[in-house]
């Protein structure tokens, strides 16, 4: 079987080390390296669990792609540095499937024209829990009907972007089946700043932030006399492991350069 060859980009942080286990202990995948920002001195395979590998941690992504050569990179890293990340990705033609959260709309667009430039595919998502992913499924289902709806989502403390790509992903599916509404009494003031939570077409979103998550989205919809709460758990960061690999496994059979968006393209 030939193998999918993989890059792990942010490979020393939290995502970065699950999915390097999850991914390398694939049969079909083979961990070829691992890039992040901060330096390492042991055997990268000690510090994911795959055991020793021989790898080191390296700091160049451009030349660990250069010697290497692997089939698709994966990044998980920061959203300040993951634009200058699939820019020398696509520069050197190596697809990419991106987790990293923070993209704007125009992010987005200027990916979307490196891909065709450089004629090389990426694929990002917000969510790579297959779990949370129907949640938005059923989500923008039940808001035709149940249009009054908040989003709470919580995540570990170390979390740097608010609301979670999830939450605001959410938030614009749920936008474009619902008319606009204002929620809430039109006399509500906040007694502290924020208490409210952040905005989007009069829906609510709240972001927790505490050690112990993983991740956690709620989408609560409420009507007279009842209220719906959808809710996924990601209990662990082997959740996002087979949402990844589904992302890898397509990824490589594109020969376009494209841009793909979101886990839901690849589900029936
Ligand atoms: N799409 C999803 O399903 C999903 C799930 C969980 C987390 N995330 C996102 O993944 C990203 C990483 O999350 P985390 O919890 O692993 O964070 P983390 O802080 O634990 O790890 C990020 C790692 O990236 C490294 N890094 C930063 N800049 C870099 C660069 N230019 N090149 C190489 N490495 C670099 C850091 O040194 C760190 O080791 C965040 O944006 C987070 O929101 C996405």
Redesign the pocket.
């Known amino acids: 079987m030939q193998k999918i060859s993989f890059l792990m ?2 490979a ?5 080390r699950a999915l390097a286990l999850g991914l390398g202990s694939r049969e079909n995948m083979r961990l070829a390296a691992a ?4 330096p390492a001195e042991v055997d990268y395979g000690l510090l994911c669990g795959l055991g020793q590998l021989g790898l080191q941690q390296e700091l160049d ?1 451009a030349a660990a792609i250069r010697r290497e050569q692997p089939d698709v990179v994966v990044d ?4 300040a ?1 993951v634009m ?2 699939i820019r020398t990705c696509l520069e050197l033609h190596t697809p990419a499937v991106v ?4 993209f704007t709309q125009a992010d987005y667009k200027q990916v979307s024209k490196w891909c065709a430039e450089f004629n090389t595919p990426v694929f990002i ?5 297959l779990g949370a992913v129907l949640l938005m499924r059923f989500a923008r289902e039940a808001v035709k009907y149940l249009p009054h709806v908040e989003v709470i989502e919580r995540h570990h403390d ?2 740097l ?1 608010a609301p979670s ?1 999830t939450a605001v992903t959410t938030l614009e599916m749920l936008a474009a089946e619902r008319q606009p509404l204002a929620q809430g009494s039109t006399q509500e003031f906040e007694r502290l700043p924020g208490s409210r939570g952040g905005e989007l077409d009069g829906m609510r979103v709240h972001s927790v932030r505490l050690p112990g998550y993983v ?1 956690t989205q709620e989408v609560v919809f409420g009507a007279e006399g009842q209220v719906l709460c959808l809710r996924h758990d990601a209990l662990s960061r082997e959740a ?1 492991v087979p949402g990844v690999a589904m992302a890898m496994e397509k990824i490589v059979t594109v020969k376009e350069g494209v841009l793909m968006q979101g886990l839901e393209s690849l589900l029936d």
């Not at 020393?12 to 970065?16: E, I, L, N, Q, S």
């Not at 890039?35 to 901060?38: A, L, N, P, S």
């Not at 998980?76 to 959203?79: A, D, L, Q």
């Not at 998502?125 to 829990?129: D, I, K, M, P, T």
């Open positions: 980009n942010g020393a942080g939290k995502m970065g890039v992040d920002t901060k992504l998980f890293t920061s959203p540095a200058k990340n987790g990293t959260t923070g998502a917000a969510n790579f829990a170390q979390k972007d790509g991740a996002y």
